[in-house]
């Protein structure tokens, strides 16, 4: 650890652990091995990208896309702008549209919760336009609504092109901004999550099954939404949970409806079993002890600002560091609940996460006689500095 009277990057191991064996059928990390041609895999829970293979390219979505549709809808519901209960006009173009549908009709004035439950359910392409015209005005208006919107979350390989997925040249987005997507519906609005998982849906006497697979399997997947075109293929993002444990996932370009239903059982098999949770420790946990300049105390306690779990390698004998990265010293004054360094966290195979560390505690600027020693201390360091070199 480097001390002085500039500021230094101080770096300090301060925990070396070995994660817990786990039964032998476990696979080794990295051994998974994804037929699907771009893949994007993250926990939740803890924020680890589990997996990603051509994850930042834009590619045809196909129904997928629905999804930004939906949280369009979502967010005009929540700011004001409908309720559940508001109608919507199909239009000519609406009613025409191909593909799934939820058969409305001209004639029909669904509301906002039956669009919902016929693009989650049924995917219906005319449900999309309903909204999108409902919403914008023209569909049109509405890819271009869409497509800010998911720049503004981070999505930066998204371009929406309409509301359905309708393969179209302009129409892309890459499958870790479709994680972003589901991600952000899945935080933000759990209050309409539970429609993307539900069973079936009937709409004018006709009762269609959700069509993303597995929904009955036992194995946690509960929405959101699947996809295929011939320029997209087989595809599927999905959420998973398992015990306190959420993934999300998203895949495409398989050649069945078979492969799609293999690669999400074995995406999931492989997230829940490959990886064990470690805690690191609950917010306001000591981390290290830093040195602060001009303070009233010499030294300020770094705290883990929220608690923290991790991912390892579910296999015996791995372990992880941690680190305490800080400049040093600190100048005070400092307030308790400032952030003043990270605690780096290496895990073999699956790289690093950074927590932040803030003060637990204030450090008010010390009087004349703390600045008068500091001062004292730094003569005196420049004078044996000056003498060395005399002698060199």
Do not use: C
């Not at 949280?71 to 239009?91: H, K, W």
């Not at 997209?232 to 993002?237: C, E, I, M, P, R």
């Not at 001009?294 to 705290?303: A, D, I």
């Amino acid at each position: 650890m480097r001390m002085g009277f500039g500021h230094a990057l101080v770096t300090s191991t301060i925990i070396s652990v070995t994660a817990m064996a786990v039964p032998a059928q476990t696979q080794v990390v990295g051994g998974f091995e994804p037929r699907a041609t771009s893949v994007y895999v993250r926990d939740l829970t803890t924020g680890t990208v589990l997996l990603e293979q051509a994850a930042d390219v834009p590619l045809p979505p196909a129904s997928m896309s629905k999804l930004m549709t939906l949280l369009m809808l979502f967010e005009a519901i929540e700011d004001g702008r409908m309720t559940l209960e508001t109608p919507f006009t199909v239009s000519e173009r609406a009613h025409a549209m191909g593909g799934s549908r939820m058969f409305l009709e001209t004639r029909d004035r669904p509301t906002a919760l039956d669009l919902i439950r016929g693009i989650a359910v049924h995917s219906g392409n005319d449900a999309t336009v309903v909204v999108a015209e409902g919403l914008a005005g023209t569909e049109e208006a509405f890819a271009q609504l869409a497509t800010r919107r998911a720049r503004e979350l981070g999505m930066r390989n998204t371009t929406i092109a309409n509301s359905s997925g309708w393969p179209h040249p302009d129409h892309l987005m890459s499958k870790r901004d479709l994680g972003i997507l589901a991600e952000h519906l899945i935080t933000n609005y759990p209050q309409y999550y539970p429609y993307l998982s539900e069973r079936e849906f009937t709409w004018n006497g006709i009762t269609q099954p959700n069509r993303v697979p597995l929904l009955n399997a036992g194995i946690g997947l509960d929405g959101l939404k699947t996809g295929f075109t011939s320029a997209a293929g087989y595809s599927l993002t999905g959420s998973v949970r398992q015990g306190d444990r959420r993934i999300v996932f998203a895949f495409g370009g398989l050649g069945s409806e078979r492969e799609r239903i293999q690669e999400a059982e074995a995406i999931i098999n492989w997230a829940f079993r490959q990886f064990a949770k470690v805690s690191i420790g609950t917010a306001g946990d000591l981390m290290a002890t830093a040195p602060v300049w001009l303070g009233e105390t010499s030294t300020v306690p770094l705290v883990l600002a929220d608690s923290a779990d991790i991912l390892v390698p579910a296999i015996g004998g791995r372990s992880f560091e941690a680190r305490v990265v800080y400049e040093s010293p600190l100048p005070a004054p400092i307030s308790a609940g400032e952030t003043l360094g990270h605690l780096v966290i290496s895990v073999p195979d699956m790289g690093d996460t950074r927590l932040p560390l803030v003060a637990g505690a204030d450090v008010a600027e010390g009087g004349f006689a703390v600045r008068a020693q500091a001062s004292a201390q730094r003569l005196i360091s420049m004078i044996i500095g000056s003498a060395r070199e005399a002698m060199n």
